[in-house]
Nanobody
């Protein structure tokens, strides 16, 4: 099995910063994509940022220039540095990983963490 645990959320004032971490463990051969998603009350879960194993990244438009996604492949750990936070960034942030259990590259897995709350006050 695979475990995904997010940490680093909290309460911050607008303009502040937080760094989220996504720690993984278990039967992981490789993680192809690490993604950060968020879900605000009454809204659908949305992709915030994602990073591939070779470092290609993409961001939703609302966070470009403010958030930075990164990963440590040796530790199978991911990060989301969030700067210039706004009240509209308030949400539960989830880490999702997509990868493989073994070198046969089959089957593929997808795992989600439990989420970490980020609250930005105005």
């Amino acid at each position: 099995q695979v475990q995904v645990v997010e940490s680093g959320g909290g309460l911050v004032q607008a303009g502040g910063s937080l760094r989220l971490s996504c720690a993984t463990s278990g039967s992981i051969f490789s993680i192809n994509v690490m993604g950060w998603y968020r879900q605000a009350p009454g809204k659908q879960r949305e992709l915030v940022a994602a990073i591939t194993s070779i470092g290609n990244t993409n961001y939703t438009d609302s966070v470009k220039g403010r958030f930075t996604i990164s990963r440590d492949n040796a530790k199978n750990t991911g990060y989301l540095q969030m700067n210039s936070l706004k009240p509209e960034d308030t949400a539960v942030y989830y880490c999702k990983i997509t990868g493989y259990y073994s070198g046969s590259y089959y089957p593929r897995f997808d795992y989600w963490g439990q989420g970490t709350q980020v609250t930005v006050s105005s």
